[in-house]
């Protein structure tokens, strides 16, 4: 039996799709669906599951090992917003609720697959490589960074990293992240505004060695992300932090272009002053580092952004029904 925490959000649910396809359904999904006005609860309704447990309720269902054959345990909740101010609400759901999950797994030969994120990396001014020895160089910005640096560097010094995966995600886009509001992706937020507006707006750069809209991130299709989950589900002695990234850096441009093009229209970019409050905190580069993903024996190819985009465009986005489910796949699949 597998287990989801987060399995209704966005790259959770999208794990339990790809595990559906690979024929698994012995899975339990533990997550909090939100009030009355939230729809992640749609994330879930054409996927196949065991059971579903209340987020408040798992961890002592784990103290109280009432929970039998548990083979792993893939942990995606979290609150993920990086605007998120309540230090306290993040170091209870982020840390506190990993390290229950954790001891569990250490205690009882569970392999265990967690969200960490590159947000982690901070400004970037220390790179963005995985290596354990580099951690206590990390400086992240904001406090949802902080959380996730702050389990990571327990992980290690508890002994958790050499058994469990910890994944550096970097931007990831894809079907299933409807519910995130400020938090979704550039991606689902271009599409919108573009059939709202027919133009789309990018930040202007306020750097001199950076065109307008030539900001640069690691843009990483939500498919690409399960896949890497699903082989560190077949191969459990591969232990450690790993960034889950394409290890390429595209534009913001890029990304506009491929939005267009996948809703058939010409581009049409307007370009605004980028608050003064995000100046100080901005990134102008991303980019993975998956050396060590590849030299843990990963090989396959990444997708680039203008096929993922075609396709979330034009099966999911545009779709009557654009949820992921296990019923039904992109022609490419």
Known sequence: MIIITGGAGFIGSA???????NGEEDIIVVDDLGSTT????????????TDF???DL???????????????IIHMGANSSTTETDADHLLINNYEYSKKIALFSIMHDVRLVYASSAATYGDGSNGYNDCIEGLDLLRPLNMYGYSKHLFDRWALKHGILGKAAGLKFFNVYGPNE???GDMSSVVYKAFHQIHEKESLSLFESHRSDYLDGEQLRDFIYVRDCTKIMVWLLENPSVAGLFNVGTGRAR?????????????????????TPMPETLRDKYQYYTCADIGKLRSAGYTNAFTSIEDGIQEYVKHYL?????YLDSLTAPHNV
Not at 15 to 21: S, T
Not at 318 to 322: M, T, V
């Open 251 to 271: 534009s913001f441009n890029d990304l506009a272009a491929a939005t267009f093009s996948a809703l058939g229209r010409q581009p049409v970019i307007k370009y």
């Open 58 to 72: 798992f961890p002592d269902l784990l103290e109280r090992d009432a929970l039998n054959g548990i083979s792993a």
């Open 38 to 49: 939230s729809q992640k609860w749609r994330n879930l309704s054409g996927l196949r599951f």
């Open 178 to 180: 409807y519910h995130k």
């Open 15 to 21: 794990m339990l799709w790809e595990l559906n396809r």
């Open 53 to 55: 447990i209340r987020k």
């Open 318 to 322: 545009s779709s009557a029904n654009p």
